[in-house]
C-alpha cells in the first residue's frame, strides 16, 4: 500500500526556491539602480514571490522531520518548483511593460529557467538593461538547477535530497557520495567557468554587463543574448571565447572535476566525452567544407562560423555568429538532426545527451554480432562497466519516448497553422533546450508571430524537455496519484 504524499515536504522545497529567486529579483533591483532604470518592478515581483516562500517555509518545518522521500515527492517537488519559477519569473516583464502579454512574459522566463533561449522579442537592446539583465539570469539559474542550488543550502533533505538531483540533472557519474558535497562541487565548478569567461571576454574589450550576461548564456548553454544580433557583431576573439565555453558548458560537469584533481586517468576512461568530441569534430568539418567550397567565406571564417554554429546547437545553447539559413540548404539538415544530440550527461546542456546515442549504437552493434553468433554471450559496457537489461531497456525507452513527443508536438502545431518546418524545429529546439530553429523561427527571426496555443504547448514542450520527459509526464499517469 503506497504512503499518502508528503505535500509540506513538496511546498517546503517550493518555498526555499522562491526565497532564492527573491535574491536575484533582489539583486536585478541594485542593476536598475546602478543603470538609473524603474526598481519598482522588481520590487513588485518580490513582493508575491518572498511572500509564498516564507509561508511555503514556515508552515511546512514538521514535514522535514521525515527525510525519506518517495520517488513521487520528487517528481512533483521538481516538476511544481519549475512551473512555479516559470510562472514568477515572468513578473518583472509584465509590470515593467516589457512583455505586456502574460503568454509572451511566461514563455520568455520558462525559456530562459530552462535554458532554451527561444524568445518572442523583436528589438532587444530597446528593453531595459536590468531587464535583460534579469532574462540572462534565469538561465544561471536554470543552468545550475534551482533544486542544486536548494541542496546546497538545505542540508536538511540529507539522504531524500538525491531523489531531487538526479531528477533534475541526469548526472549519473557523482563526484562523492554525500549529495551535499555534490552540489557544493558542481557550484564551484559552475561559478568558476562563469567568472573565468567573464574575464576573458572582458578581455576582448567587451563590457562588463555584456561579459556576465554572456557568461550566464554560455555556461548555462542557454543562449539569451542583451544584442540582437547574438553573437555575429563580436571580434573573432570573442567568438571563439564563447565557442570554447560552450563546449566546456555541454561537457560532463564530474569530467570538470577530474581535471581539476587532475585525474586524468577517469577522464580518458569517459567514453562519452570521447564520443562527444568525435561527434562535434565530424560535424563541424562537414559543415566548414560546405561553407569554404559553397560560400565565399575564407577558410577561418568558414571554421569558425562553422563550428560555432554546431558546437552551439549540440550544446543546446543557441548563440548564432551568421543567419545559417543564408547558408546552402542541406547544411540546414545537418543542423536539424544535430538539435537531438544534445551535449554529455551531468551537464547543462540538453536534448537526448552523446551517453544515450552511444548506447543506441553499441545496441546496434550488439544485434549484429548475436545475429552473426546467437549461441554467443556479449555484453553492452560503458566506461568498462556492464549495463544491466533494466539500465540499457530504460535509456532505449527514452529515446524513443523523445521522438514520440517530438512527432505528436511537431502534428500538433501543424494543426494549430504553423508550417511544416517550423513547426518540427519548433518542437525540437524546444524539447532540446537549443532557442532559434529553421525558417521564421531561425537566428533571424524569433517566435513572436506563433500564436497563443502554440507558445503555451512549447512553453510545456520546454518544460519536459528539461526535466527529461519522464519526470512531468509520470504526473498525468493514474498510478502516480493512487494511494
Known amino acids: 500500500m503506497k504512503k499518502w504524499i508528503n505535500t509540506g515536504f513538496v511546498l517546503h522545497v ?26 519598482r518592478p522588481f520590487f513588485l515581483a518580490i513582493i508575491p514571490t518572498l511572500t509564498l516562500g516564507l509561508v511555503f517555509h514556515f508552515t511546512t518545518r514538521k514535514a522535514l522531520h521525515n527525510n525519506v522521500i518517495q520517488r513521487r515527492e520528487a517528481y ?5 518548483s519549475w512551473i512555479t519559477l516559470g510562472i514568477l519569473g515572468a513578473l ?14 511566461i514563455f520568455e522566463s520558462v525559456s530562459g529557467f530552462t535554458t532554451t533561449g527561444s524568445s518572442i522579442l523583436e528589438e532587444i537592446e530597446s528593453l531595459p538593461k536590468s531587464i535583460l539583465f534579469w532574462r540572462s539570469l534565469t538561465h544561471w539559474i536554470g543552468g545550475i538547477g534551482i533544486i542544486v542550488l536548494v541542496i546546497v543550502v538545505m542540508p536538511s533533505l540529507q539522504m531524500g535530497g538525491y531523489h531531487l538531483f538526479s531528477m533534475e540533472s541526469s548526472l549519473q557519474d557523482k563526484i562523492q557520495s554525500r549529495i551535499k558535497g555534490v552540489g557544493k562541487r558542481l557550484l564551484f565548478i559552475y561559478l568558476l567557468l562563469t567568472a573565468a569567461e567573464t574575464g576573458l ?3 576582448g574589450n567587451m563590457s562588463l554587463y555584456e561579459s556576465v ?25 570573442i567568438q571563439y571565447v564563447i565557442m570554447l565555453f560552450m563546449f566546456l558548458a555541454g561537457t560532463n560537469f564530474a569530467v570538470h572535476y577530474y581535471l581539476f584533481k587532475r ?9 562519452e566525452v570521447r564520443f562527444f568530441m568525435l561527434v562535434t569534430i565530424i560535424i563541424g568539418s562537414i559543415v566548414t567544407t560546405t561553407l569554404f567550397f559553397k560560400t565565399d567565406r575564407s577558410f577561418e571564417q568558414s571554421f569558425r562560423d562553422g563550428f560555432f554554429q554546431v558546437i552551439s546547437i549540440i550544446t543546446c545553447t543557441g548563440f548564432a555568429t551568421t543567419d545559417y539559413m543564408e547558408w546552402p540548404r542541406y547544411t540546414w539538415l545537418i543542423l536539424f538532426v544535430a538539435m537531438f544530440l544534445g551535449g554529455s550527461t551531468g551537464s547543462t546542456a540538453g536534448g537526448i545527451k ?19 553468433q546467437p549461441n554467443a554471450i556479449f555484453a553492452i559496457k560503458l566506461n568498462k562497466n556492464t549495463i544491466n537489461t533494466d539500465s540499457n531497456n530504460a535509456i532505449m525507452s527514452f529515446i524513443m519516448a523523445y521522438f514520440l513527443i517530438f512527432v505528436a508536438g511537431s502534428l500538433t502545431l501543424i494543426f494549430i497553422g504553423v508550417g511544416t518546418s517550423e513547426s518540427a524545429s519548433a518542437v525540437a529546439t524546444s524539447m532540446a533546450g537549443i532557442g532559434p530553429g529553421l525558417g521564421k523561427i531561425g537566428p533571424a527571426g524569433n ?34 496519484w493512487r494511494v
Open 354 to 372: 552523446m551517453v544515450r546515442h552511444l548506447l543506441l549504437l553499441k545496441n546496434i552493434r550488439h544485434t549484429f554480432r548475436k545475429m552473426l
Open 14 to 39: 517550493i518555498g526555499r526556491n522562491l526565497m532564492i529567486l527573491s535574491a536575484a529579483l533582489a539583486l536585478c533591483m541594485l542593476i536598475a539602480h546602478s543603470y538609473s532604470e524603474p526598481i
Open 213 to 237: 550576461c554572456h557568461a550566464f548564456g554560455t555556461v548555462a548553454t542557454g543562449g539569451f543574448s542583451p544584442r540582437n544580433t547574438s553573437i555575429a557583431d563580436y571580434s573573432p576573439y
Open 263 to 271: 585525474d586524468f586517468k577517469r577522464v580518458k576512461a569517459n567514453e
Open 76 to 80: 512533483l517537488t521538481v516538476t511544481f
Open 201 to 203: 571576454l572582458l578581455l
Open 447 to 480: 517566435f513572436a508571430y506563433l500564436p497563443d496555443a502554440a507558445k503555451w504547448l512549447l512553453s510545456f514542450i520546454m518544460l519536459i524537455g528539461r526535466l527529461e520527459i519522464y519526470t512531468v509526464l509520470v504526473l498525468f499517469t493514474p498510478g502516480f
Open 92 to 105: 518583472p516583464y509584465l509590470l515593467s511593460g516589457a512583455i505586456p502579454s502574460p503568454v509572451n512574459a
